[in-house]
């Protein structure tokens, strides 16, 4: 079972989603998530704060984004485009309306689940991207405003250090240039590529 994997720590206790979005985005990637015991390792994350212009709370609660101002710890989904369903972590008590935008999953469990929903057998292709773990897991928003600590979820501690790669979120045109979106050194299974760290420039050079 998923909760005895090696590669993994205890359930997430309430503690952890209470936290600001951008710091619970970092420390989610390398925990497990598993629906029904489908699932894998987090390795790419995106943070949406409430004061950020291209959050959906950003200019108050809806029926859309009821969720979002809800309890930390628990699920927001929302339809994008129309057609993909997206799984974010509400999380931080002190700013409501924050939350964690899940945008790709190694997968470890329930492959062959994934790959009939997705209709898809290669692994690096089932949950790499927002809408294709959603699928992947069999998201969709019945699932909007559940309890992440409690069946069928269950999310698990990383299992030790994370090497992080950091960069800008995609897919948005506002605030686009927050430095928000945490992604899993070196993992296959990422949504796409982080840009090349800027090299810092040797002030002897200009002179």
Partial sequence: MTGSAPDFGDPLDAGWFARDAVT???????????????????????AYRRDDAASHSFRGETP???????PVGHAYLYRSYGIHFCLNVVCD???PGSAVLIRAIEPLEGLGRMAERRGL???????????RLAQALGLDLGFDGLSLRE???EVLRPGGPVDLVIGPRIGITKAAEQPW?????????????????????????TV
């Fill in 151 to 153: 069946a069928p979820f």
């Fill in 121 to 131: 057998a290669a692994p690096r292709l089932l949950c790499a991207g927002p809408g």
């Fill in 93 to 95: 008590v002190a700013e």
């Fill in 64 to 70: 859309r984004n009821r969720a979002m101002f809800g």
């Fill in 24 to 46: 619970l985005a970092r420390d989610l990637v390398g925990a497990g998530f598993f629906v029904d015991g489908v699932g894998g390792r987090i390795v790419e994350t995106e």
């Fill in 181 to 205: 979106r945490f992604g899993l050194k070196g993992s296959r299974f990422l949504s796409r590529g982080f840009p090349a760290p800027t090299k810092p420039r040797n002030l002897k050079e």
